[in-house]
């Protein structure tokens, strides 16, 4: 069985983009991208919706063989160009997955959660959603989010998006807080747990 752990970052005061749905407002530090790698490395499936999906084939493709970047980054973009990818999305199509066209499935919003269901009773590696806000929201309320991990940073944006839209209370149980190393991110880790 895998499990389906979702990992995002938040302003202090709950938002995952900025105005005009500017991710760069986000407190984003070494911690962010230390932690992640840890996500990937336990993980056989990432899981996106369309949006994050087509920011991720972008930019990480080429970061592998980019010797300006970090190792760390370098790392991210070889798990990311080897991973299964499965993506949420009624308007993606397979020639948009390149150059990821390999390893990219795409499930129509109308299926996810039975896909979701079924790729959690196979055996391997976790189910792995980093960003893609919409998509898990709708798997949360849905039963199918295992874990929450948060990385809540020293920012204040006023506005942008929520990290949660509207799905409805979610009792949660916190599994974990404590402060990244090297970092100024708090890492909260819950366990929803829906009635």
Do not use: C
Not at 53 to 76: K, L, M, S
Not at 95 to 122: F, G, N, S, Y
């Amino acid at each position: 069985m895998r499990k389906l752990t979702v990992s995002t970052i938040a302003s202090l005061d709950g938002y995952v983009e900025g105005p005009g749905k500017d991710v760069t407002a986000l407190p984003f530090d070494d911690g962010f991208s230390a932690y992640n790698v840890q996500r990937l490395r336990a993980a056989g499936i990432l899981l996106s919706g369309r949006r994050s999906f087509e920011d991720f084939r972008d930019y990480w493709p080429a970061v592998a063989d980019d010797e300006t970047q970090g190792a760390t980054e370098r790392e991210i973009s070889r798990l990311n160009n080897a991973i299964e990818k499965v993506v949420i999305s009624d308007t993606l199509t397979a020639a948009e997955t390149a150059p990821w066209e390999d390893t990219t499935r795409i499930v129509r919003r109308d299926d996810a959660a039975e896909a979701v269901r079924a790729l959690k009773a196979q055996d391997g590696g976790d189910i792995f959603v980093a960003g893609s806000r919409t998509t898990w929201n709708a798997l949360l309320v849905e039963g199918l989010v295992d874990e929450l991990h948060v990385m809540v940073g020293p920012a204040l944006l006023g506005a942008g998006t929520p990290l949660i839209g509207d799905p409805g209370p979610v009792p949660l149980q916190l599994l974990e807080a404590r402060l990244l190393p090297n970092s100024q991110l708090v890492l909260l880790r819950y366990a929803p747990h829906l009635d």
